[in-house]
């Protein structure tokens, strides 16, 4: 599943710090600057809106949270961008037992030049984990998701996929952990030039983690995975990284990088169409550098430098290039 890992580990990451003191939190940011396409040279400026708002609340043993996100993207009159997302997270808690479960929504709405494309998807996911090691806890985790993605034609999906962990802790406030998961998906389309029209496979691999919060937040995760499908030659392997660095300096400057990157080789059988090999719930490629400067507790300006890549793969054709921005961001 290409990228129902990033949504959710980001999804779990704001549900789980962000709200940490209860009760609501909002967020509200615009940014603007230079954007440098290399697949549109006319595309010069990109401007975004964001806005969030959670709520956590929980009593002895357990806690549930909401997140809700949008970010409207305007390159020009002809090209933009909105993406919109929902998660609510459980977690109960009980003698060496803990037991959690997510429910993510994701939309993301390409309205480009040459190019129209809807993608959606809905993830039901399951984590039980025995603690009673302290310093040595083991996970096992379900996913189910459901995922679509329309343009002239419609792209549907369903992927089943189960993780077996373990989490050292190294101290306090750091712990890494490895695994394996296996993933069952299925693919079909409704275009009619599309011969074959689906097919099934499996995506086995590993997973490595490291996290840490002190004086810097590290969030580290790393798949490597091998792809074996009805309409592909041998295995395909894949690569993601997700990362979420944080540091302050000081009482009021910051540094933020976030990295959410696959890279992949498919060896597909020459007939078949790139729409059926793997199953697309995110396109998104996203790297960017922000430095931010708080004017008070409440409002922060911002110095962002990104680059993205969107793989639009039911139009064939692909959105990236490199942006710098400058914005403005309130929160509570």
Do not use: C
């Amino acid at each position: 599943m290409k990228r129902q890992f990033p949504f959710l580990f980001f999804v779990s990451l704001l549900l789980s710090t962000r709200l940490l003191a209860g009760g609501f939190d909002w967020r509200l940011s615009g940014e603007t600057g230079y954007f440098h396409a290399k697949s549109n040279p006319s595309l010069n400026s990109l401007s975004a809106l964001t806005g969030s708002l959670g709520y956590r609340s929980g009593t002895a043993g357990q806690t549930w949270s909401i997140q809700l996100r949008v970010r409207p993207e305007l390159f020009d009159a002809d090209n933009r961008m909105i993406s919109a997302s929902a998660g609510a997270l459980y977690k109960r808690t009980w003698s060496d037992w803990q037991l959690a479960g997510l429910l993510g929504a994701r939309q993301q709405s390409y309205l480009l030049e040459d190019a129209d494309l809807t993608v959606r998807s809905f993830q039901v996911q399951g984590v039980l984990t025995f603690t009673g090691g302290h310093w040595v806890w083991v996970e096992t985790e379900g996913r189910r998701l459901w995922g679509s993605s329309e343009a002239e034609s419609r792209n549907e999906l369903v992927s089943n996929t189960g993780f077996l962990r373990g989490r050292v802790f190294y101290s306090k406030r750091g712990s890494v952990s490895a695994g394996g998961f296996s993933e069952r998906f299925y693919a079909n389309t409704n275009d009619v030039l599309t011969v074959p029209d689906a097919n099934r496979g499996w995506r086995n691999g590993l997973e490595f983690r490291l996290d840490y919060t002190k004086s810097v937040v590290v969030n580290l995760q790393y798949l490597v995975s091998w792809r074996t499908s009805r309409w592909t030659r041998g295995r395909s392997t894949e690569h993601e990284i997700n990362l979420v660095f944080g540091r302050n300096f000081g009482s009021r400057w910051s540094v933020f990088v976030l990295a959410d990157y696959t890279i992949r080789k498919l060896n597909r059988s020459n007939q078949v169409t790139r729409n059926l090999l793997y199953t697309n719930s995110n396109y998104d490629n996203r790297i960017y550098v922000k430095g931010g400067y708080d004017i008070n507790s409440t409002q922060n300006v911002f110095l962002k430098v990104s680059y993205l890549r969107n793989e639009l793969i039911q139009e064939q054709t692909r959105l990236s290039g490199t942006q710098v921005a400058i914005g403005y961001e309130i929160r509570h």
